[in-house]
């Protein structure tokens, strides 16, 4: 993957930020004292496609780490299993820390695969730590009933995931997040690759530390 590629993705990354960004002028983003954001639940068409969007973005960049870090996954793998090869190969992912103009997290601390048994009695792996991902799901699949899943909260989420995927790439393929840290993006932030003032360096990826 060339650094060309990467461009790619994070304008790609960018436009979605952009639309994202786009609706705070009919919903408030913010933050409110409890700590949570205060229109967390506010669901719209709008909400609804970007979501799909950057889920779908999501798993195409998660198997591209994955065959950029030599993972022998297949191209048709489902999310449990490319969870399951990113989690043993970037054990620190969740560690990583993303900002907001409103707040500070990381999104995919709890991202993990369980076994569970299922209602015929059998044990199957699930996927946790990423209901964003179990809501697109839902709408792709049944919009009608779960149409409420697509609201703010599920949005900001997915993004802020996709965005350490971003950067997880970036560093596997090149070495460095320099291009993602220097061209920046209008929502999203981190501290991590060179700084946008200077030439020292900032803080490195967990798994790269």
């Known amino acids: ?38 229109n ?6 709008e909400f609804a496609k970007i979501l799909l969007l950057v889920s779908s973005e999501f ?34 992912i969740g560690d990583t820390l993303i ?3 409103y707040q500070s997290f990381q999104p995919l601390q709890n991202w993990t695969v369980v076994q569970v048994t299922n209602k015929n009695g059998k044990t199957e792996d699930q996927l946790r730590g990423m209901s964003w991902w179990e809501d697109h799901n839902k709408i792709k699949h049944n919009r009608r009933n779960y149409f409420q899943t697509a609201h703010l909260k599920n949005c900001v989420d997915a993004m802020a995931c996709l965005m350490i995927l971003e950067l997880y790439l970036s560093q596997t393929a090149l070495g460095n997040v320099d291009i993602i840290t220097t061209l920046g993006c209008c929502y ?7 700084s946008h003032l200077s030439v020292h360096s900032r803080n490195k990826l967990p798994d790269f530390a």
Not at 40 to 45: D, E, I, K, Q, R
Request: net charge negative.
């Open 188 to 194: 999203f932030d981190c501290d991590y690759g060179l």
């Open 40 to 45: 967390a639940g506010t669901f719209s068409n």
């Open 59 to 92: 798993e195409v960049i998660a198997k591209t780490l994955c065959v950029e870090a030599g993972l022998k996954i297949p191209w048709n793998a489902n999310i449990v299993r490319i969870t399951k090869e990113i989690k043993s190969n970037y054990p620190h």
């Open 1 to 38: 993957m060339t650094e060309v590629d990467i461009k790619n993705n994070w304008y790609y990354f960018r436009s979605l930020a952009k639309q994202l960004q786009d609706t705070e002028q009919y919903v408030d983003h913010s933050i409110g004292t409890a700590g949570m954001m205060l």
């Open 99 to 101: 900002r907001t103009p």
